[in-house]
């Protein structure tokens, strides 16, 4: 059976979380395998509206294992808030895995993310300042703390011990930053080691021996594509190794890239991004605050679900969406929120950029080029109709099909499904992803 990932196609917030949820109905495992608390999904239910950081989104079917791979950088106080959420309004985490390789995110983490960002200026990256960036800069150096470490005093004394005395030096050397106390900082991890110990588990095993069962297993992507290390809009991008595409995923599980079958991307029917950096396709008008401002009033509206910043808004930027459905080898598309569009009279696709004249098919590397391109657009008629009811493709409007297979096209994917709401059943299905 097959080992299915699902990823963003754009700068995040495309909806991953609400399509993770309703393809983990036939998945048995579902797991996390890069990022850290960065990311945030929106899932709306039966139970209520949840705010994810860390918990994969599958942990809503109680019959399922949820797993947190080695490849995610995780906070464990943030963790722990949020199994205690989730227990609390009757969410079991007892099928939660936490991988012993996952590196942690430490105090260090967070106040350097922050110091960092100050010290750029202007040339910051916007970033989340939940410490992700340096845990992966810490993991890459090779003196990361990871879960592992934090379950016995005898191993996590000396790790931080080391590494403190370290980051201590760049905080007030390099940032003139208030240094962190040892004593303090050991207690309050060993005591989050010993709450988390009862979730620790083989994550390779769990995820092999389902697939080696003949069961399904979802490998959930955190953030967008293009803000990928080695293929997003460097520097404004996010620090993760291995990277959130596709490629990642075998390596944030424990797995090889031939057990996976097959590359789901979830795409926004328009797009947005948080944090700074280049986006061709940013409006500044009155279409920007309408897009962003849908469904605000039930807290649906382009708000980011871990900072709250209001999110940028543009047109479908199809050169940057068709370099993402190449770099993740994308097999099918997710198309989300085209309700958002229903009160749109014209809808603009960004077909290709232009630059002194010269046709710019594919994703720039030059920071410079990129913000100096000029997106073109080709203007397709809206509907004007509400989609949030339609179930079947063949129901949908008319300009709503054509703007679909138009995004086909451009992207060089097919769209198999489509989603025209929050909830789980406001999705059409045009073909089975599993
Ligand atoms: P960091 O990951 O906090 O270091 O932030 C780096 C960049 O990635 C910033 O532009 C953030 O806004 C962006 N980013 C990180 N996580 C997410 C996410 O889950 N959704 C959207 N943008 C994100
Ligand atoms: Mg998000």
Redesign the pocket.
């Known amino acids: 059976m097959p080992i299915i990932v699902v990823v963003g196609g754009q700068?995040?917030?495309e909806g991953k979380g609400r399509i993770v949820d309703l393809l983990a109905r036939k998945a048995k495992v579902v797991a996390r395998y890069s990022?850290g608390n960065?990311?945030?999904h929106t899932i709306v239910n039966d139970r209520g509206e949840f705010k994810l950081h860390v918990v994969p989104a599958g942990i809503f079917y109680p019959e399922k294992t949820c797993v947190i791979g080695n490849g995610v950088a995780v906070d464990p106080e943030v963790l722990l808030g949020e199994i205690e959420n989730l227990e609390a309004k009757g969410v079991s985490t007892s099928k939660l895995v936490l991988s012993d390789r996952a590196q942690v995110i430490m105090p260090w983490h967070k106040r350097i993310?922050q110091l960092d960002e100050a010290m750029r200026g202007e040339a910051a990256?916007?970033?989340?300042?939940?410490g992700?960036?340096p845990c992966f800069v810490d993991k890459v150096a090779r003196r990361g703390i990871r879960i592992a470490d934090l379950l016995r005093a005898e191993d996590l004394r000396p790790r931080v011990e080391s590494t403190l005395a370290y980051q201590n030096k760049v905080i007030t050397g390099v940032y003139g930053g208030e240094p962190i106390a040892f004593e303090d900082c050991f207690q309050a991890y060993l005591e989050f080691g010993r709450r988390l110990h009862q979730y620790v588990g083989d994550v390779q095993a769990i995820v092999l021996d389902a697939h080696h069962r003949g069961e399904y297993v979802l490998l959930e992507g955190?953030?967008?594509s293009l803000?990928d290390l080695d293929h997003g809009t460097y520097p404004?991008?996010?620090?993760?190794v291995p990277s959130s595409s596709s490629a990642g995923a075998a390596l944030g599980v424990g797995i090889g890239p031939t057990d996976i079958q097959r590359v789901v991307g979830v795409f926004k029917s328009y797009s947005t991004?948080?944090?700074?950096?280049p986006f061709p396709t940013e409006l500044f008008d009155d279409v920007a605050n309408t897009l962003r401002d849908h469904g605000k009033e039930y807290g649906r509206g382009e708000y980011?679900?871990?900072?709250g910043r209001p999110r940028r808004i543009g047109w479908l930027d199809a050169v940057s969406a068709r370099y993402s459905v190449r770099f993740n080898g994308l097999a099918a598309v997710a198309l989300t929120r085209l309700d958002v569009l229903d009160q749109m009279p014209t809808i603009k696709i960004c077909t290709h950029y232009e630059l002194d004249g010269e046709i710019i098919e594919t994703l720039p590397a030059r920071e410079s080029v990129l913000n100096a391109v000029k997106p073109i657009y080709e203007e397709l008629p809206g509907w004007l109709a509400p989609t949030t009811e339609v179930r079947n493709f063949d129901d949908l409007p008319p300009q709503a099909q054509a703007f679909i297979k138009r995004v086909e096209q451009l992207l060089g994917c097919p769209v198999d499904l489509i989603s025209v709401g929050p909830s789980r059943e406001q999705a059409i299905i045009v073909n089975p992803i599993f």
């Open positions: 700068w995040g917030d990022a960065n990311a945030g993310d990256i916007g970033t989340t300042g939940k992700v960036g955190a953030q967008g803000l404004y991008v996010t620090s993760s991004r948080v944090g700074n950096g980011g679900t871990t900072t």
